[in-house]
């Protein structure tokens, strides 16, 4: 251990864990924020995003816990680990705990402490599907701290280190949204500055809808006489792989069928490259080779100025928005010759694999920043970081 820093439980740094009790208020009328885990974005928390607020009564009644200013609050159940300082007094349920410093520890130093050690405190959680970490389990961490000006000296080391890493990311960031954009601007140029004859959706493409299985039907794992069911969610994720029976499946698609998403949030997904039957939230579009390349057609699906329109298109005052067919098979498609269409493709095949690599750049880029960030904050509180400026 270096000299002059102190091995001890957080309770010695602590002056008070703060426990909220579990019900949430019913009527937000007042004016001290009831703040949940999607608040939370950096060091400082002092409003709530929701326009949620509390009045004393309802504290009082309720007996609420209201964290005073400059509390860590954080959350020991989901994201466990996230935690922020709040700059004025607010309330939260039970999956946060407040932990208000003693006169021994800085508060900065606390969140960057409790930041670097996410991986330690679900270690020490509890619980088979939902974990927790109860106010006992925190007050008898045992944490290694330096005396306070050394704490304040590591936080303004930190501070400009991680300043620096900030705007880096930002640079990254905004280089990956560029990357993005010159082919979604690309894109939409194509289908808007060519002089072409128009043909309607629905004289080059038939949109047929999936079916939808009862749920009895799926299993999770797959066994002969099943096939798997294609559902929007399987084009983002392989973690809800699900089969059916053979038998009570009738629309089916291959990895090189156009799939379209019928139902939103969002609204007209447009995908490729699973096998299977799918269900009624997917149309398989079906073009009319003679008429258009299957390619060109998919990449006209893609363009924004399409997308806008289903959008605006499938509004619904009441239930859940939805493509409108009879809408949609209005649309007007600009259609070249076969030729020009292939030629289309191929430029933007070309200039989608070059900007796929640019965003692989930009996105390695930000997990190396973070990566730098974990390593920084290890070093901090392994008491190598101000060594090196000795």
């Known amino acids: 251990m270096k000299q002059g820093w102190k091995e001890i439980e957080l309770s010695y740094f602590v002056n008070d864990f703060i426990v909220p009790q579990r019900d ?25 995003k929701t326009n949620q607020y509390v009045n004393q009564k309802t504290i009082k009644e309720m007996g609420l816990k209201v964290y005073p200013v400059n509390t860590l609050i954080v959350s020991c159940s989901a994201d466990l680990g996230k935690c922020a300082i709040i700059k004025r007094p607010l309330v939260t349920n039970q999956t946060f705990i407040g932990l208000v410093p003693s006169e021994n520890v800085d508060s900065k130093f606390l969140y960057y402490y409790m930041s670097s050690i996410a991986k330690k405190l679900n270690e020490m959680a509890s619980g088979a599907t939902i974990k927790y970490l109860s106010k006992k389990k925190f007050q008898e961490l045992v944490v290694c701290f330096p005396p306070l000006r050394e704490q304040q000296r590591i936080v303004a080391i930190l501070d400009e280190c991680f300043a620096a890493l900030e705007k880096a990311k930002a640079n990254a960031e905004q280089n990956l949204k560029n990357a993005k954009e010159l082919f979604e601007s690309y894109l939409q140029g194509v289908f808007e500055s ?4 128009n043909l309607e959706f629905g004289e080059i493409c038939e949109l047929v809808g999936g079916s939808q299985p009862s749920k009895e039907q799926f299993i999770y794992e797959p066994l002969e006489g099943y096939i798997r069911l294609i559902q929007v969610r399987d084009y ?7 089969y059916i029976p053979k038998s009570s499946a009738k629309r089916f698609c291959n990895k090189d069928d156009i799939m379209i998403g019928r139902y939103g949030p969002p609204i007209f997904g447009i995908f490729k490259g699973l096998e299977g039957a799918y269900n009624v939230a997917l149309i398989k579009a079906i ?3 003679s008429l258009c390349d299957k390619d060109y057609f998919y990449w006209f699906l893609k363009n924004t100025k399409l997308r806008e329109f289903v959008e605006q298109s499938s509004k ?15 649309y007007p498609v600009p259609l070249p010759s076969i030729a020009e269409q292939q030629t289309i493709v191929h430029q933007l095949d070309t200039l989608r694999a070059e900007t796929q690599k640019l965003e692989a750049v930009y996105q390695q880029k930000l997990a190396d920043l973070e990566e730098l960030k974990k390593s920084i904050l290890q070093k901090a509180f392994a008491g190598e970081l101000t060594d090196s400026l000795n």
Do not use: H, M
Request: hydrophobic share 30%; glycine share 12%; proline share 4%.
């Open 287 to 289: 073009v009319n080779e």
């Open 316 to 330: 619904r005052a009441v239930g859940q928005d939805g493509i409108r067919k009879e809408l949609l098979e209005k």
């Open 194 to 197: 060519g002089n072409y004859g």
């Open 236 to 242: 983002r994720t392989e973690k809800f792989i699900t």
């Open 24 to 48: 949430k208020p019913k009527v937000f009328d007042g004016d001290v924020p009831w703040c949940r885990i999607e608040d939370f974005n950096g060091i400082y928390l002092s409003d709530t």
